[in-house]
Structures are given as structure tokens and as C-alpha cells.
């Protein structure tokens, strides 16, 4: 063993037993096997990796207590919540680092229905706060995955399919507070819309995946529930002509809640849960919006601009008539990583996962990287349904994969990278909200530049001098490995 490993280990068994003996901290630690299991993974396609202890945290002054001690130590902190990630966010990259889990971390703090706001803790799930704001007649237009916590949505950036109208996550934050390395507690802003006040420290903390600081709760906007709403659906026979058809609509101005695509090989694999043949979909490409307003008025204008941006080439225009109608739309996006394995059920004997990737685009370039991005899985030879938040060029490919065949898993990773960078070539990112993580960090430099990391960088080692805050996410340093 060398010096340097000599060193981290006895740091880390030292860290161990200071971590069980902190009093502020009691009962919150975890060591056992099956509680290390469940925080070694997340969403994405990367290897497990399990952390050395787990402690789950109930307020603020237990994350300022857990990141002051691993601070002496200089133990990497990993945060953690729902686990949804899709690019490896929330892995214990080094095997000594301690999971904070913010899971418990779960109250509504405070709904200022008049200011359309609300005061959250991280591992606030954004379902249950849909369903805690319903009958107030507000909502968080954030819709990530289902699972997804407020915590994570703010670590990425995140978005979803409300994106189109009410923009990402960093539109709809007002403010934070997070603690950094060395345990102080910051405030980023506070309720107001608007601020001119200092450096938009909330925006730098939206999108940093956890290497900043941990956010222990968030001050976020809220809109009012529409009163009228309708989906409606075209089906067109190619990819290149419903893409087309989007962007018209985009061009147009008319104000969609939300705008997709789901290609046909998407709708053939929600098609695969569906028993009633009467009730499947054509396997055909497919657009869908949602209208919405404070009138059949507005409803109506919105649907009759969807019709005519669709012309003679569009199919089985269908808009639902009931809210049950709808929800059967609507299952066509919804479903649609839960299915894709199903294209490929027929072969036994294997180990399926999806690996999920996403880009973005500015929206002329849309039919481009689609009809461009529909080749490459032909010419890698692989299963992928395309499922696309098109109104804001932000589009997701869904690569079924089997998890035993090293081979497929490189040329899926391959075909990957290779979307990515054409979507580079069109002014566009290699991650429209799925964050960096450690899945693309040779991308971010290609990206932005070596310049631009480096200021990311200067930043990183400002906030968290001994890189113990989520080391090995976005970028590479030169001590991640190092304990």
C-alpha cells in the first residue's frame, strides 16, 4: 500500500467512527449492506458504486454537522434523494465517500398562494407536490420523471414536457439555501420575481449537480392551473414531417402548454401493453400538443392552428373529448421508457436495459438532427425509440440494450456520442436535461470550450477548496480519485 492509500484509509476509518459518535447525528447513519446496495445505483446505464455510509438526514443543521465533519476528514459527499438520475449524479464514485440522503428532508414548508410561491425541502417529490398544490388551483410546471425530487431537478437543471411554455427548472426557481463545504449556510435570493441584487447565485447553484453545494430547501414559482384544456394528436409518415410540422408551430407563436413527438417505434412498443386491438395506435409517427387557457376560446385557436400547420399530409387527427381520452393520449409519452424493452422481447435470454440520452437543438435545426439521428441507429444496428419535448428542441432516444453484451453496450454508447456531436455542429448541447454527471464529460469540454470548464473549475475550487462536494461530476480533477 502506498503512503497516499495508507493515508486515506486511516482518514476514512477515522471518519467512520467520528460519523457514529456524532451526537447530532444519532440514528441517522447507516452502514448495512442493503442500504449501501440501494444508494450504489441510480437510473442510468453505469456501474454501481457503493458508497461507505449513508446518513439520512432530517434538517439543515444534520447536512451542516455531516459536511463540517467530512470536511476535516476530506471524505467526498454525495447527495442523493429518489436516485433518478440518468447520468450517474448521485454515484459514490470513490468508495469512501458518505451518501447524504435527503429523502426525509420531505416537508412543504410554506404555499404563498398571493405570490404564486412555495417554500420546499430537497426531497420534496414533485408528484406529491402537484397533488398537495391541486386544490389550491396552482401548480410546479417541472415534470421530470416520476420519481424525480425537487433536490435533483434543481442539480440538472431539469425540465420536462411544461418546458415549451414555462421554461426549465432555473425559470422556476426563486431561491435557495444550500451549505457549503465548510458548513456555512447561504441564502441565494429571496421571494421576490425579480432581483438585481449581486450575482444570480441562484442560477449558478441550478445546474450544478450537487459540486457547489447541497440545497436544503428551495423558494419556487408557481402558475395557476389552467381552467380549459384539450389534447390532440397527428400522425404523419415520417419522422422529417412531423418534426416539420412542429417547427411551423413553433414559428407561429400559437401558445401550446406543451408540444411532442413520439416516433413510430415508440408507439409500437407502448402498443405492446395495449390488449384491446381496437384501442393500439397506428404505428406512425406521431405530434401531440396540449392546448390550454382560461376559455374554449383559447382552446379552440390553438387547435385550429395545430390543423392547419398539419395539412393534407397529417393522419388520424384525434383530440380527446374526455379526461380519460386524454390520460389515453397522453400514455403514448408517458409510457414510453417503461416499454422500450418490450421491442425486443422476443429474445430470450438476455438482460435488457434502456439507456436514456438526451441533446437539444435551436428548433430549425429540429428535422436535421432527427431524420440525421434515425440513421445512426440504423447504421449502429440498434433498438431506439425517439420521444421528443420538440416545441424546445430538446429531444431523448430511449436505446434498448442488452446489459451482458459489451459489444452492443459500446456501440449504443458509440451512437451516443456521435448524436451528441451532431448536435454540437447545429449550435446545440449535448444535454438538454439530463445533466452532465459522469456520461458526459468528455462532451462538456467539446461543448463550451477548455476555456469555459476552466472557469468552471476556478469556481468549483472557490466554493469547495478540498473538493469534497460530489467530486467527479460534470468535470474531471486531478485528486476525484483520491481520498
Known amino acids: 500500500m502506498t503512503s497516499d492509500a495508507k493515508d486515506g484509509a486511516q482518514r476514512s476509518a477515522a471518519f467512520l467512527r467520528e460519523l457514529h459518535a456524532t451526537?447530532?447525528?444519532?440514528?441517522?447513519v447507516r452502514t448495512d449492506a442493503r442500504t449501501l446496495e440501494r444508494h450504489s445505483h441510480d437510473q442510468s446505464y453505469h456501474p454501481h458504486r457503493a458508497p461507505c455510509a449513508v446518513v439520512r438526514v432530517e434538517c439543515e443543521a444534520h447536512v451542516v454537522a455531516l459536511v463540517k465533519l467530512a470536511g476535516k476528514y476530506r471524505v467526498p459527499v454525495v447527495p442523493f434523494a429518489a436516485g433518478s438520475s440518468l447520468e450517474g449524479q448521485t454515484l459514490a464514485l470513490n468508495p469512501a465517500a458518505v451518501v447524504v440522503d435527503f429523502s426525509n428532508m420531505d416537508r412543504i414548508v410554506a404555499v404563498h398562494s398571493n405570490d404564486l410561491d412555495c417554500v420546499v425541502e430537497p426531497g420534496v417529490g414533485w408528484g406529491e407536490?402537484?397533488?398537495?398544490?391541486k386544490p389550491t388551483g396552482l401548480f410546479f410546471p417541472p415534470d421530470p420523471g416520476a420519481a424525480a425530487?425537487?433536490?435533483?431537478?434543481?442539480?440538472?437543471?431539469?425540465?420536462?414536457?411544461?418546458?415549451?411554455?414555462?421554461?426549465?427548472?432555473?425559470a422556476n426557481v426563486l431561491g435557495l439555501r444550500a451549505v457549503l463545504s465548510d458548513g456555512t449556510v447561504i441564502k441565494t435570493r429571496n421571494r421576490t420575481v425579480k432581483s438585481?441584487?449581486?450575482?444570480?447565485?441562484?442560477?449558478?447553484f441550478v445546474g450544478s449537480e450537487g459540486?457547489?453545494?447541497?440545497?436544503?430547501q428551495a423558494t419556487l414559482r408557481l402558475r395557476r392551473i389552467p381552467t380549459h384544456s384539450n389534447v390532440i394528436i397527428a400522425q404523419f409518415p415520417t419522422l422529417a414531417s412531423s418534426a416539420n410540422t412542429v417547427q411551423q408551430l413553433v414559428a407561429s407563436g400559437t401558445p401550446f402548454m406543451r408540444l411532442e413527438i413520439i416516433d413510430d417505434v415508440c408507439i409500437k412498443a407502448v402498443n405492446n401493453e395495449i390488449e384491446d386491438p381496437a384501442l393500439k395506435f397506428a404505428e406512425l409517427t406521431t405530434v401531440m400538443a396540449?392546448?390550454?387557457?382560461?376559455?374554449?376560446s383559447d382552446v379552440a385557436e390553438q387547435i385550429d392552428a395545430f390543423k392547419r400547420a398539419c395539412g393534407p399530409g397529417a393522419m388520424n387527427i384525434t383530440f380527446a373529448k374526455t379526461e380519460r381520452e386524454s390520460d389515453r393520449l397522453w400514455s403514448l409519452r408517458k409510457r414510453a421508457f417503461f416499454m422500450a424493452p418490450s421491442l425486443r422481447r422476443h429474445e430470450s435470454g438476455k438482460e435488457l436495459v434502456v439507456i436514456v440520452t438526451d441533446v437539444a437543438v435551436p428548433i430549425s435545426r429540429l428535422v436535421d438532427i432527427l431524420v440525421a439521428t434515425k440513421d445512426l441507429i440504423a447504421e449502429a444496428n440498434l433498438v431506439s425509440p425517439i420521444v421528443a419535448h420538440a416545441g424546445d428542441g430538446n429531444f431523448h432516444c430511449l436505446i434498448v440494450v442488452d446489459k451482458n453484451d459489451a459489444e452492443e453496450f459500446e456501440r449504443a454508447?458509440?451512437?451516443?456520442?456521435?448524436?451528441?456531436?451532431?448536435?454540437?455542429q447545429m449550435q446545440g448541447t449535448c444535454t438538454g436535461e439530463h445533466g452532465v454527471g459522469i456520461g458526459k464529460i468528455h462532451l462538456l469540454e467539446?461543448?463550451?470550450?477548455?476555456?469555459?470548464?476552466?472557469v468552471m473549475r476556478k469556481i468549483k475550487k472557490a466554493l469547495d477548496p478540498q473538493n469534497i462536494l460530489n467530486p467527479g461530476k460534470i468535470f474531471a480533477s486531478a485528486n476525484d480519485a483520491k481520498l
Request: aromatic share 6%; glycine share 14%.
Open 23 to 28: 451526537s447530532e447525528l444519532a440514528g441517522l
Open 129 to 133: 407536490l402537484r397533488d398537495y398544490l
Open 149 to 170: 425530487c425537487i433536490g435533483g431537478m434543481c442539480g440538472t437543471n431539469c425540465s420536462g414536457t411544461l418546458a415549451f411554455k414555462y421554461g426549465t427548472m432555473s
Open 196 to 204: 438585481s441584487a449581486g450575482y444570480d447565485l441562484t442560477r449558478l
Open 211 to 216: 459540486t457547489l453545494g447541497l440545497i436544503t
Open 290 to 296: 396540449e392546448c390550454a387557457g382560461i376559455s374554449d
Open 413 to 424: 454508447k458509440h451512437m451516443r456520442d456521435a448524436m451528441a456531436r451532431l448536435a454540437l
Open 446 to 454: 467539446e461543448e463550451l470550450g477548455p476555456e469555459t470548464v476552466n
